[in-house]
């Protein structure tokens, strides 16, 4: 699985940002966690339907997207 899978946009979820695996979870909540100091074992334990993977989907995202690349996404069924 390309971990950028990981990453949904839906526009009836979370009126279309970036989300991890279809949940009501942003990678922008993700990212902010993330830079204000939290540890990935902290984001874990609070998120517990989280995976590892799915942070490091979330970083990636962003390094993309500070690139200025386009990313395409799989609109749902």
Do not use: W
């Amino acid at each position: 699985m390309n971990k950028l899978d990981r990453i949904t946009v839906n526009p009836a979820v979370m009126t279309g940002r970036p989300c991890i695996r279809g949940m009501r979870v942003t990678v922008g909540n993700i990212l902010n966690l993330l830079a204000v100091g939290r540890s990935r074992a902290e984001i874990l334990g609070e998120y517990s339907y989280l995976e590892n993977d799915d942070l490091d989907a979330c970083l990636l995202y962003a390094a993309l997207r500070v690139n200025e690349e386009e990313l395409e996404f799989k609109q749902p069924a």
